[in-house]
């Protein structure tokens, strides 16, 4: 079983940053692609950002291209996400994912973290 840890969640006023990170452990995987889904409040969970396992590939949702970079360090096992210019849209329990599958559906992922709430203040 793979575990996924995320941090770095919290209350930021708009226009600001925070840096989301997720740790991998226990049975992990050969390269596993690792990224990003979010819940806003009242709404279903949507894609935020992909990462292949080499780092090669990256695919982001519109939402957040331009102000959100995923980055990873396989030494680490762990994944991060940089957060810049945020807006109160952006206010959502963010999640951890990591598969086999590269992709952008909810079911392309076979292991999520517990989430972080990120509220951004307008």
């Known amino acids: 079983q793979v575990q996924l840890v995320e941090s770095g969640g919290g209350l930021v006023q708009a226009g600001g940053s925070l840096r989301l990170s997720c740790a991998a452990s226990g049975r992990t995987f050969s390269r596993p692609n690792m990224g990003w889904f979010r819940q806003p409040p009242g709404k279903e969970r949507e894609f935020v950002t992909v990462?292949?396992?080499?780092?090669?590939?990256?695919s982001y949702a519109d939402s957040v291209k331009g102000r959100f970079t995923v980055s990873r360090d396989n030494a680490k096992n762990t994944v991060y996400l940089q957060m810049n210019s945020l807006k109160p849209e952006d206010t959502a329990v963010y999640y951890c994912?990591?598969?086999?599958?590269?992709?952008?559906?909810?079911?392309?992922?076979?292991?999520w973290g517990q989430g972080t709430q990120v509220t951004v203040s307008s």
């Open positions: 990462i292949s396992w080499n780092g090669a590939s990256i």
């Open positions: 994912v990591a598969s086999s599958r590269f992709g952008v559906t909810p079911g392309a992922f076979d292991y």
